[in-house]
């Protein structure tokens, strides 16, 4: 786990994300080298939650490269390159299940 990973899960935690989990996806997938997926209760915290992200990487000049998502609240991917941030409303997590879908054995962590 870097240190952008590490800094992600540690402001996502402070929002009150719920189940955190890093996905390594290096040598697995072109698109990133890690997945980071939480969940929120509600469509407003799920906002709140991707707004403190970005707030908080800016502050270390790392920039979104793109977000989607944000208007509806119910799933928004925050893409920082080396890491793709999706954070759920709960409701909507369990349906795309990325955590079970990447699970190659031993690559996915519950961020404590």
């Not at 609240?73 to 079970?100: E, M, P, Q, T």
Request: aromatic share 8%; glycine share 6%.
């Amino acid at each position: 786990m870097n240190d952008t990973v590490k800094t992600i899960c540690k402001t996502l935690a402070e929002k009150s994300a719920e189940d955190i989990r890093v996905i390594e996806v290096r040598g697995v997938s072109d698109i990133t080298d890690y997945f980071v997926v939480c969940s929120g209760r509600s469509a407003p915290q799920v906002k709140a939650l991707c707004e403190h992200l970005e707030e908080t990487m800016e502050k270390q000049n790392r920039f979104a490269l793109h977000k989607d998502g944000l208007r509806e609240g119910k799933w928004v991917a925050v893409d920082y390159g080396d890491v793709i941030v999706h954070v759920f409303h709960k409701d909507v997590r369990s349906v795309y299940a990325l955590d079970v879908l990447w699970d190659h054995g031993g690559n996915v962590t519950r961020y404590e």
